[in-house]
């Protein structure tokens, strides 16, 4: 039987055919249900990868089957000579081509079809029944096409096409990705329906007792007839009304038409970044006391300005941003979204006590931004790495005069709805942001973004806004001939964005007078996850000229784990917290980055193809700054010491320690004292300077004479046997759902091997598949999609993924002379 899908208004789904069929319903329930359903099984790719195909494809053509999200990139090989550079995670782009076949049914041939891509990057272009629907250069915002007129209904098959051309290269300072990389989606609604994007929830004034709210909703009515309709608006906390407006209508033929309504919520539960409160505003549109259309929008209730003296207040409360940048790659799963692996980031981030997401530099994926909303990230959401200038040959500055008005009013009219977006960025590190033309854009880009959101500060992140001498940072600056960023000097921006510059945050008040600070870029530390020198002060930073070779690297392109090391642009980790910690109109900040990156493999070119950036690693394992972070930003007790004790006997070695909740540490050597040390000042680490000799190395810390915590490090005899732990160890069985498992190589007493670098061999058993696997190391040429990895200092990274059948997966892992461990995951 082929394989087909069958598309209307109520699911019914069987899976041993492959097909979906669907058909039509009034019941209120149902409406939102069947409105919007996913479209990502059962398509067919092709990659041209000969002269022979050239951009075309045809009868002889070989396919394979495969379900969206789908990033082709991460499947490749790493590449010296990749086109798309080292930036680009030397890992080759092309030109794909998807391909689906599906049915309608006659029902729905009265209703409006769309079909609705999140991100397709890039150059993306689709055809149904071979029409043509259009072009989209931008590979980070979503659109729609509305496929109604072109489609077959009934028994006769309907074909989508769609080609992806990634083939110039570089277009890219990171890696990107290639492929339909988000998800897809069928909408089926009555020719009278809330437009894409069509609600706009805003809350102009909020107090404990009463929040009002402003619900502008925008109706499209697509018959050929007027329509008299009833437009009602019902909010909700959870599954509690909260209160209800309701509006009769009269739209004309083929038109759009906005309905204003008001409402009231009483004693409003106030959304926060500790306290991420949702609420739900379901539109209702009625003809003849029928239910039509319902759309549901997710929004929080929230009171918060930017000040120039207290920094971010939030419903009353002074609140430090405390954020990391994140590009939008999920490490061996590629760009390919996947929302637990998302959700996963954000509970490690969490765990680390931030606060803040920048979408460094791009419109995010949705499921992004509705985790963020639900478990409270302060988002700084970015529009553009460019404007008219390239920064690399292919990149979007190419499509810029065409497409960037409609790019932005998209990601404008898709995110501003959510209660985690509290800031626009028109622009990260523009060319033109030293010249008369960026202040132009910069002012036509922000009145767009005023016309569709006035209730949201917007920046730009520029490096820096204020020209600095050449002894606090580079020559680069020194070159300009103007005192200020001509585009923080135009007036334009609501808040100054500081890339770097920590050296003049104290300046602020005095050079921006009338401007709130926020630091949209900070620090640039680099570390490989376990790697140490043994004295942390032998090594040297980056030399002042950022062009030069790295000449402070270690053998294999590895960097210092201590805090020490960072990009000439930067700073270390403990430096610039240190600023931002001090003073109140220093509103926060949002670190570069959160977890390392597939490319930008800064301060390295080839073999590195990852970045070192990270305060987490491309695996998903914190490094040792993220307890210093742990220790400044969250209520937990903390006591990390670090490095490992496996060195060369009588080595000298540098211990440190990241406490809180303590007056002192003392610091053991097998039983003996070898000193207490306490915080002076500023300082956010202790440190002890000791041969070595094997053993334990135990800390304490105190207060007022009372242990607080105990910590260990131990020295590691030979690796002896694995160990595997999952994140969680049931999942659900829908065929997208996560397991990340950690493969730790131990010795025989069970203590992590730190200079363990075996590989290891994984095998799968059920319902079930492995889709990812990686140690984190930047110079790792293995293919993250294999059943092999080998490990980075005594730790690596299996991810499994579930199928659509509940049951159990039993995972191996193998090592050549290492005990193999098996661990069972179910999925139901």
Known sequence: MRKTNHLS????????????????????????????????????????????DKDT?????????????????????????????????????GLGWYKKTFKVAPEDSSKVTSITFDGVYRNSEVWVNGHYLGKRPNGYIGFQYQISPYLNYGEKENEIIVKVDNSKQPNSRWYSGSGIFRNVWIETTDKLHVAQWGTYVTTPKVTAEKAFLNVETTIQNQNKEAKKATVTTTIFKEDTKVTSVT??????ADANQVVKQLAEVQNPILWSDEKPELYTAVTEISLDDKIIDQYKTTFGIRDFKFDLNKGFILNGKQVKIKGVCMHHDLGPLGSAINTRAIERQLEILKGMGVNGIRTSHNPPAPELLELCD????????????????NKTKYDYANDWDKWHKKDLIDQLLRDRNHASVFIWSIGNEIPDQWSETGVQIAKELAAITRQYDKTRPLTAA?????NMNIDQVTLQFEKKNVQFNAIAASGVLDLIGYN????????????FPNTPFIATETTSGLQTRGYYDAVSDTVKKWPVRWDLKFTGGNPGNTVSAYDQVQAPWGSTHEATWKVIKKHDYLSGMYIWTGFDYIGEPTPYEWPSVSSYFGIVDLAGFPKDVYYMYQSEWTDKTVLHIFPHWNWKAGQTVDVWAYYNKADEVELFLNGKSVGIR???????????????????????????????LESEIKTAGNPSQLKLTADRSTIKADANDLSFITVDILDDKGILAPNANNEINFSLKGNGKIVGVSSGDPVSHESYKGNKHTALNGKCLVIVQSDTKSGRLELTAKANGLKQATIVITTE
């Open 9 to 52: 208004g109520k699911i019914v789904l069987a899976i041993a055919v492959g097909i979906i069929f669907l058909s039509s319903c009034t019941k209120k329930d149902d409406v939102f249900n069947n409105r919007k359903i996913s479209f990502n099984t059962g398509w067919s790719f092709h990659l041209n990868d000969s002269i022979i």
């Open 57 to 93: 494809i045809g009868t002889s053509t070989k396919w394979r089957t495969l379900n969206l999200p789908h990033d082709w990139s991460i499947e490749g090989k790493f590449d010296e000579k990749s086109p798309a550079g080292y930036g680009g995670g030397s890992l080759n782009g």
């Open 247 to 252: 509006q009769n209508i009269t739209i004309d």
């Open 374 to 389: 639900k478990m409270g990230f302060i988002v700084m959401d970015e529009a553009f790495d460019m404007w008219k200038t």
């Open 462 to 466: 520029m490096n820096p806004p204020v």
């Open 500 to 511: 770097y510059a920590h050296q003049t945050y104290e300046h602020h008040q005095e050079n």
């Open 678 to 708: 306490s915080k002076k000042g500023d300082d956010l680490h202790v440190m002890w300077r000791i041969p070595y000799q094997a053993g334990t190395l135990k800390a304490i810390s105190r207060k007022n004479g009372k242990v607080v």
